[in-house]
């Protein structure tokens, strides 16, 4: 073992100084003593005895690693077979020496670090080590590392260790988009004043993510009544995404309607580059704003027939905020083609609701409440978002029952938060400890907040805006339903009085 390990350190050796030597003696014309023979040597039919062998303990290494001009003669010398005339040296084998032995670390080295990284919990593949041009992935690598370790503490109820290992990934990859929309939404949670910049990052960094993020952003900022922040991003996106005008111009009027701030209306009516819709609608609902209340319906009804769906549904929705429940059920009827399902129905409750139709109100509810398969779910979110327009504790109590029938899915979840806000919203604090447990899984119940809410909702002076941070998922639907509450209670006002027990 000395003996190989004392060759192989003189290989490394011998491989530059021999052949350093003889690229001389060969640019020297092959003048004088070659410097690889025995100077005593005269050389003869024996040949002339090599120099370079002295001390190696297998000189047979010698001639397969640095020089394949030695060999042994009948006498057991080790001699040179070519005379001093063709002595040269042997840089080809001193390339060829390096780049194995550099291809070989280079293996190891890539086996090694592929094998810590794995056992790190890095999703690293060997094609990621030892290809160069899949070296730029490593980052998107060890973010998703960090995005696990997110995933794993929001799961076990510790969301700002979550938001710890989030910062972690997108300083390691900027360019993650998942890592950085997954930061934004739990910032809303735990940082909400920090949120809304990293949003502006997304949106501009991620063109191709750009329809996602606006719509996260913008119920992130419905949820905190940032309306001048919603106004200025629904008024953007109505430029760049007019395919989306309904959702982007209900957002708008909601903003307005909210601040009382009607110039956000007309910065719409006045700019050309949006779709006409738009322009439409805001225009109609600047008029009802300097309009009498008491002159609203009929500026309603001498209006043109709305010819798009959310034209007609905005007119329905402002002859229900007027009180004209009939002409708001003829024009309903009529658009009925242009209309989700869901949106007949929501504004079929709140017209019956506003015109005192009790028996109508209660054969449409039963027919929601009552629905089966895949439309039982939206039946109850539809009906308890009703509720938290229009309060009604005998109603309550059948959507809750209605619930408590609905088997176990992923749609439940919407009823679950919707039912969840009507009941503290009617002052059934003690349903909602049940209803809480209802979301299906633990990562959905851990998006419920882990706190003491029903003692919080016990408090005064709570804001139903505070259900809408502490309650998840919130749907587009019960973030309008809850903010509608507000404005026709006095939005901008301050918090509402808690409700009775």
């Known amino acids: 073992m000395k003996g190989w390990l004392g060759d192989l350190l003189r290989t490394f050796w011998a491989w530059w100084y021999w052949n350093a030597r003889k690229t001389l003696y060969v ?127 929001l799961a076990a109820g510790h969301p700002r260790e979550a938001v710890t290992a989030l910062l972690v990934a997108r300083q390691v990859n900027p360019g993650d988009y998942t890592s950085g929309i997954m930061l934004a939404q739990l910032l809303h949670m735990v940082q909400p004043d920090s949120v809304d910049g990293l949003y502006a990052q997304l949106l501009s960094q991620h063109p191709a993510h750009a329809k996602e993020t606006a719509r996260l952003w913008c119920r992130s900022l419905l949820e905190r009544a940032q309306m001048g922040g919603v106004a200025a991003l629904a008024l953007a996106r109505l430029e760049a995404e007019p395919g989306a005008a309904p959702a982007w111009t209900h957002a708008l009027i909601t903003a307005a309607r909210w601040t009382r701030n009607w110039t956000m209306l007309t910065t719409a009516i006045d700019n050309p580059r949006l779709p006409a819709e738009t322009r439409a609608v805001c225009a109609l609902e600047l008029k009802l704003r300097r309009t009498d209340p008491a002159h609203a319906r009929t500026v309603l009804i001498a209006e043109p027939s709305p010819r798009t769906p959310y034209a007609a549904l905005h007119r329905v929705e402002r002859l229900v905020e007027f009180g004209d429940a009939f002409e708001a059920l003829d024009l309903l009827r009529a658009a009925r083609p242009l209309l989700s399902g869901r949106d007949v129905a929501r504004l079929t409750l709140a017209a019956d609701a506003v015109g005192r139709n009790r028996a109508r109100l209660e054969r449409e509810s039963a027919r929601l409440l009552a629905a089966s398969g895949a439309d039982a779910a939206a039946g109850v979110a539809i009906v308890a978002q009703h509720l938290i327009h229009y309060p009604d504790d005998a109603l309550l109590v059948r959507c809750r029952e209605a619930f408590e029938r609905l088997p176990a899915s992923g749609g439940r979840d919407e009823a679950a938060a919707a039912l969840f806000c009507a009941a503290a919203l009617a002052g059934q604090i003690d349903w909602l400890p049940e209803i809480r447990k209802q979301f299906s899984g633990q990562g959905a119940a851990s998006l419920v907040a882990q706190q003491k809410i029903e003692e919080r909702l016990r408090g005064k002076g709570w804001s139903p805006l505070f259900l809408l941070s502490v309650v998840r998922p919130v749907s587009a639907d019960l973030n309008y339903a809850v903010l509608e509450r507000m404005i026709r209670a006095g939005a901008n006002v301050g918090a509402l009085r808690s409700p009775a027990k």
Request: proline share 6%; hydrophobic share 45%; net charge positive.
């Open 27 to 153: 640019a020297r014309g092959r003048v004088g003593r070659c410097p690889c023979h025995n100077n005593s040597d005269i050389g003869g039919p024996d040949g002339v005895r090599c120099d370079a062998v002295l001390f190696w303990k297998d000189p047979r290494r010698f001639g397969r690693r640095v020089c394949p001009l030695l060999t042994r003669n009948a006498k057991g010398d080790w001699i040179c077979r070519v005379s001093p005339a063709e002595v040269r040296p042997f840089w080809g084998r001193v390339a060829i020496s390096h780049a194995g032995a550099f291809v070989a670390l280079a293996v190891v080295a890539g086996v090694l670090a592929w094998g810590g990284m794995r056992a790190v919990g890095y999703h690293v593949s060997l094609r990621q080590i030892f290809w160069p041009r899949a070296w730029s992935e490593l980052k998107q690598v060890r973010a998703d590392l960090f995005r696990e370790k997110a995933e794993t503490a």
